[in-house]
């Protein structure tokens, strides 16, 4: 079965035929290269090393104050009058003074510290609370 093409060459043959200059080859590099740095940073998960020492810095903290308030509850409920300070917490109507109630009880301080972690102090209450 033959396919009529009017004698034009198919696109197998053009492509072998084809010799492009150096200047379009490394114009086509560059052009590639920058499509991939664009690709790469919108889509891709790319960051900067500024962007990722941010993130993990932020990570740290985060990660830090989530153990401060499972030491924080620990600390609260091994307490031998804590069914009595529970009941105090739940009795102040403010999250604010419920913090407050936190730090001064010194659950919220962690070891080596001077004062309380006040992020921690917050969600140890509402953690106690809830």
């Not at 060459?9 to 290269?33: E, F, M």
């Not at 499509?35 to 790319?46: K, L, R």
Request: charged share 20%; proline share 3%; aromatic share 8%.
């Amino acid at each position: 079965m033959a396919s009529e093409n009017n004698g034009a060459p198919s696109i197998g043959q053009r492509w072998k035929a084809y010799h492009p200059a150096k200047s379009t080859l490394v114009w086509a590099c560059i052009a590639t290269a920058v499509v991939t740095i664009a690709v790469g940073f919108t889509w891709g998960g790319w960051v900067t090393g500024g962007t990722s020492r941010t993130l993990a810095s932020e990570a740290g903290e985060l990660s830090r104050d989530e153990l401060a308030t499972v030491i924080c509850v620990q600390r609260f409920k091994a307490a031998p009058d804590a069914a009595q300070q529970l009941s105090e917490l739940k009795a102040i109507d403010s999250s604010y003074k419920q913090r407050q109630f936190i730090e001064a009880g010194g659950w919220a301080t962690m070891p080596g510290e001077e004062s309380a972690n006040r992020t921690a102090a917050a969600a140890c209450a509402g953690a106690l609370e809830g």
